[in-house]
């Protein structure tokens, strides 16, 4: 049995503060920049009429608010400064329905892309699609380069974000958050929330309850990465991440559960000899 993909909460768990856009409303003014805007238009037999704008965004941020309004009126707003990509509604259904076959998260986003891509070179006149700026978490990067060698072909990441991890807990503290990231040859499969009120709050706190209790609902092998949450985010946005993770375990607020010799052992030579 395995979670669903839960593709938002994957980009939560690995986007650093960094690699977040603030939003941007109808009355902001476009920067400098000329990052591409890319617009999804209604089909006008769905509208009945004009069609209108279903989603708008670009890289430096989301036009929640022109949501509704035309192309035109979008256009007007960006001005020449900007490039406008638009993209129908009848290729994004299609899209979608590509990407449905794909077997992991990345997969899908690679068929989306590369099917909406395709369909906005074929008419001439569009602004192109930006970029993809997508990128994998360094630890997903490790955990499917050579190291999938050694590891289990099929297993789990169970994340557990906490103050201080690796310390015993008193239940009366707040709890902890707990992830799943299924990883099958090396490649992510799959993401989401463990559901863990079955074990009550006083086992909760115990590790090899929470391996146990996982294990057995998911059959499969369970790997705990135990990691104050500050950390976790400091690693993400760290020029030298392993630099980071180094630091957190030496000083204890990471810890892996159950102890895994030959884990650790691959993590030191990442940490010490970068392979």
Same mark, same amino acid.
């Given at each position: ?60 941020? !989301? ?6 309004? &035309?192309?035109?009126?979008? *256009? +007007? #707003? %960006?001005?020449?400064? /900007? ?80 103050? !201080? ?6 239940? &009366?503290?707040?709890?902890? *958050? +707990? #992830? %799943?990231?299924?990883? /099958? ?91």
């Amino acid at each position: 049995m395995e979670l669903a993909q839960d593709w938002r909460l994957y980009q939560t768990l690995t986007r650093g503060k960094k690699a977040r856009v603030a939003r941007i409303g109808p009355n902001a003014t476009p920067g400098a920049e000329s990052s591409v805007v890319t617009a999804v238009l209604s089909s006008q037999t769905a509208t009945g009429g004009i069609p209108t704008v279903l989603a708008v965004r670009s890289s430096d941020g !989301e036009f929640h608010a022109w949501v509704g309004r &035309t192309i035109d009126e979008l *256009r +007007d #707003h %960006l001005g020449e400064s /900007r490039p406008l990509c638009v993209i129908q509604e009848e290729e994004v259904r299609s899209a979608f329905q590509s990407a449905e076959k794909a077997p992991t998260l990345f997969d899908q986003r690679r068929v989306l892309r590369d099917s909406l891509q395709g369909s906005n070179q074929a008419e001439k006149g569009r602004a192109a699609l930006p970029p993809s700026k997508d990128h994998q978490h360094f630890l997903v990067n490790t955990l499917g380069g050579w190291w999938k060698r050694v590891l289990p072909g099929r297993y789990a990441l169970w994340l557990r974000f906490q103050e !201080e991890a690796g310390t015993s807990r008193s239940p &009366t503290k707040a709890a902890p *958050r +707990d #992830h %799943l990231i299924f990883i /099958r040859d090396g490649q992510v499969v799959g993401c989401g929330i463990p559901d863990l009120t079955s074990l009550g709050q006083e086992r909760l706190w115990k590790k090899e309850a929470v391996l146990r209790h996982l294990a057995e609902k998911y059959l499969c092998p369970i790997q705990g990465l135990l990691v104050d949450a500050q950390d976790w985010e400091s690693w993400i946005d760290a020029d030298s991440p392993w630099k980071a993770v180094n630091q957190s375990f030496s000083s204890g607020r990471a810890d892996l559960w159950p102890q895994s010799s030959s884990l650790r052992s691959l993590m030191w030579i990442r940490m010490n000899l970068g392979l």
